[in-house]
């Protein structure tokens, strides 16, 4: 394959994944084996509810109206690359072109929504999801100008074998760290006392809650001179930065 | 490079923070119903893997570049072009899965920006060079403004630091607002040393009082950035 073709190959897989994904999304509403996903009835019925349409009709609509259009950005995409193999370029274009500009309007009317919910983080994301679509279409029409060239790769043997060779010593260390860290998973966190009669715990980036429950279990059974009197969760602000996943302090008094 | 680096290292160490991408990945597939590490570990040495070869490539290209291979490097570079993209589609589909709408637009932008580096580096191939020298009466004005400016800079950043870095340690003083409840309004230096440092302070000085509850002022009541982190304590008369 040449090299502009490739390009636009990945161009067409990744949107087509995008919005083929996107419409999965909608018909998969909850968390399953294998899928999480977006709840985003409830986020429609959330931002409808703001506005004071408390009837979920309105979110069902809307939503319903979303993910016809999506549906409509896969088939487009979809049919590009369809065309796109078998080499009819026009058809390409067409179906293409059609695609960026229902998907351009989807993001304009997610625009819209944000504005209206007073959204600005989720209108900053929209703001460059239809930015970068936008720059696809470019992208997608400039390679068809530029003169192809044959690929010289001299040395690609070499390649192949440094990259070979440092993703088996990345999967040693890969391999080495999680069985390391594992047991963060299930194993109570120790505390340390920092103040009279209050414990820190400090949590790594595996645990959850189980870990939490094992942890106070553990505190109380180690300690059962002492009585819990509150457990306080210590703000991202208390984190040396990255370093700490969560801070929690358990205060004590004698029993 | 780096996020070769960072997969070698998995945590944090002296010098070193990175990205613990095993619990990341980990909890991911778990939130999936897929609870085996064996899975964040192959999905994990997978993703290594790429970027490995991305890196290999790029850094290829980097060293045809030097030695005035421009042909040879072209080819490296849209080899390298090609496995990132591949990657980053390959992360917004995981995004999508494990409904990651932040990590979604990240990625997406990190494909965007491969994208157009690709596009940027074959437009500049037919850019003729232009003579970049600069006239000598400006060339000292410019170096004068920026060693007047630098020397600023530098005065006043070593003496925020001689006067406030203690704000990195020192307790915080206590200001009753109201009957058995104390506010407590930390710098943006203060960790949870100082946190810590405080607590042992206000039970110090109020050995009377029995600590019932710590309320964190949400985001919304602060005065944007001018309000670091404030906490009040809330007490009751020990018994």
Known sequence: MREKNIIRLAILVFWTFFWGLSVMDKIIPDVHCLWVGKDFYALFVKFFGSLGLKNPIFATIALASISAIEVLNFVFYLLAGFNFLRGDEAQTQKWFFRAIFSSMTLFALFSIGDQVFGDRFQLLEHGLFWIVLVASWIVFNFVANIEDKPIMLNGSKSVILVGVVMTIFISFSIKSFSSRTLSNIDSPVMGIEVVDGVYKFDFPFLADKIVWEKTINNFKKEHPELKINYIYTGPGELNSKKKTHMLLYVFTEAV | MFNVIDKIIGGSVFLWVGRDRFAQFQKFFASAGLDSPIIADAALIVAAGLEVFAFVLFAGALLHFMKNRIETSRSWFFLGIVFTLVIFTIFSIGDHIFGDRFELLEHTLFWFITLISWVVYNRLEGVEGENLGIERKQKLGAVAVALFLV??????????????????????????????????????????????????????????????????VPNPLRLKKADSLIFYIVTEEKS
């Open chain 2, 151 to 216: 020397i600023v800079t530098s005065v006043s950043v070593f003496d925020y630091n001689e006067n406030f870095f203690h704000r990195r340690t020192s307790a915080l003083e206590t200001e009753m607002v109201g009957e058995n409840l104390y506010k407590i309004s930390f710098p943006f230096l203060g960790g949870s040393i100082v946190f810590e440092k405080s607590l042992a302070k206000f039970k110090e000085e109020n050995p009377n009082l029995r600590i019932i509850q710590l309320y964190t």
